[in-house]
């Protein structure tokens, strides 16, 4: 591993009507970071850039199991697609990513259906414990406050989209900032 990793294996773009809904944080000031003795260039699993919003798990639209972060040396690919222009999509298995403790297989699938939505698709076999589920997202929209599963987005431009769980599970919906250090 070199240069400028991220830990955002799974992670996502959205963009419709001329808006990037979902979004990657980019990079922190390196400047900044390394006066405060961050060892950014180091990518072991104790590495402190890990620890770092922007370049860890919890910066990225990515699958959070249990509050632990992905396995840094672990492996991913996209294992199928589609181009059909109406229902393309792309999907990988991202359990090497995970810890066996937490899940035994994990995948995510990203679609675009009939030109007209997304659908994100994750799949999680758990461990014999319970798992602890952190679905994120990183947008620069005005999150409308959350009524039961779905949620509003409003971009700069008065453009919105909706967002809705499709899952039979407990959910919480909350929003954070995301300002650099």
């Known amino acids: 591993k070199e240069g400028h990793n991220h830990m955002d294996e799974g992670s ?13 944080l980019g990079g922190e000031n390196y400047g ?3 006066k405060a003795g961050v060892d950014l260039w180091s990518y072991g699993p104790d590495s402190g850039r890990w620890r770092l919003m922007r370049t860890g798990l919890w910066g990225h639209n990515c699958l959070i199991l249990n ?3 992905q396995n840094c040396e672990g492996y991913c690919k996209v294992d199928e697609s ?8 792309a999907k990988t298995d991202l359990s090497d990513l995970y810890s066996k403790d937490d899940a035994s297989y994990v995948s995510r699938k990203v679609s675009l259906v009939d030109k007209s939505y997304f659908l994100i698709e994750d799949r999680i076999v758990t461990a014999s414990k319970p798992v602890k589920l952190r679905w994120q997202m990183a947008t620069e929209a005005v999150v409308f406050k959350p009524k039961g599963k ?3 987005l409003e971009s700069a431009e008065g453009k919105t989209l909706q967002m809705s769980v499709t899952a039979d599970v407990k959910i919480k919906m909350n929003e954070w900032s995301a300002e650099p250090y």
């Open 12 to 24: 996502f773009y959205i963009e419709a009507k001329g808006v990037r809904w979902a979004v990657d």
């Open 32 to 34: 900044k970071l390394e």
């Open 67 to 69: 509050s632990h972060d």
């Open 82 to 89: 589609s181009l059909d222009p109406m229902n393309m999509w």
């Open 150 to 152: 779905s949620a509003v």
